[in-house]
């Protein structure tokens, strides 16, 4: 028999490092200290990283809907959730489902 096919992990969420300026900070500051060249190495990791995270925060889905159009789509949600759960209740007490019991 044939070993079972083997099944690619889901794509990990990027780790939280790397949304962290903090290590980069740290060490321009140790470069500094100690005279290094590497600052500004060091300095343009920083600049390049502050540059991704724009593009990400800039496609991220809703950064352009205004707090008031936000507040105004999650009165509609709890609206429309209020509603199902008033039919959901409605259809329960028809008696029309079986519900097992456990």
């Known amino acids: ?5 083997e099944q690619k992990p889901p794509p990990l969420p990027p ?3 790397e949304f962290s ?3 980069l900070v740290h060490d321009i500051i140790k470069c500094m200290d100690k005279d290094s060249q590497d600052v ?3 300095l343009n990791e920083l600049k390049n990283k502050f540059q ?3 593009k990400l925060i ?4 809703g950064i352009g809907v205004s707090p008031e159009q936000q507040q105004q789509q999650l009165q509609n949600l709890r609206e429309q ?3 199902k759960n008033e039919l959901l209740q409605k259809y329960k007490s028809l008696c029309m489902f079986e519900i097992p019991k456990e």
């Open 1 to 5: 028999p044939e070993p079972p096919a």
């Open 15 to 17: 780790a939280q490092e």
């Open 21 to 23: 300026f903090l290590p």
């Open 40 to 42: 500004h190495q060091v």
């Open 52 to 54: 991704e995270m724009r």
């Open 58 to 61: 800039s496609s991220m889905p």
């Open 81 to 83: 959730v209020r509603t």
